[in-house]
């Protein structure tokens, strides 16, 4: 089993960072009055990714490493990627909104966000849902195992450990789908002549291409994190959780008056490393 405090450490490390870009994007996001509907609902898919993230952080050290390295690591890179994406659209964001002030959208701030901005919004808020997707899948299969844990597998447990895998193989095929359709969205803007740029600004064509970019560096992280998952929402790897759970007990060694003699609790297993020398 990897160590599971190594692998927390890690993700606890990638977890605090994500949570400050969510929630100073949110911040953004919300002092906008009057937001375009595709904004207003950005800030949902902001709100529970965060909600998401911090869900993340209750699972426990036993869980991660049940889990295993390749899981965590994955995980890291999916997070990472949406805070990246976080933070270049909040500096994006400040930018379309610089004519605005105390929150109030400038008619022409307005125009450019809920109009000649709206796929790069969808962009972002279709990044941020895929994110949330595989973090809530994580949880799920981390709770499945502290589910088991000292318990037998019941036919109601089968049936949730066949659910769950099917939620990750139905995630897996989305982000297959969803990595089509943007490498050809990407293949088109790099494709696109001088005329469509005459409309679309260069400026603004890189800032869609750098988006678009990061859609699909997500989505990519994302398909290896499931893949990683997948295995472990398996019937056979939770029943063997179950087992390596059920065999680790722990050990409470009390001694006597004049440290003689000594009391034990139930052990798992048998007891080695401990030596008795004389009065």
Known sequence: ????????????????????GTRLLLEDLQQLKDAPKTVKRLVEDVRSVGAALELLQSVEEREWGLLGAGVAEQAETTISSSTQACNLFRADLQKWTRHSEDGKLAWLDRANVGFFKKDQVKAMSEQLQSCKLAINLIVGVATLYSSVRNS???????????????????????????????????EEMNLSDDDEEAVTPAEGKTEALRQLEEEVNGVKASQKLLSELLPKSQEEAVVKAAASQSQSGSITVTFGDNSSGFNAGIINGGVSGISFGGK
């Open 1 to 20: 089993m990897a160590d599971p405090l190594s692998i927390t450490a890690s993700i606890v490390g990638i977890v605090g960072p994500a949570l400050h």
């Open 152 to 186: 037998h597998i019941t036919e109601e447990i089968k049936k949730t450990i066949s659910t769950k895998q099917d939620e990750v193989k139905g995630a897996i095929t989305t982000a297959d789908k969803q990595l089509i359709v943007l490498e050809s969205k990407v």
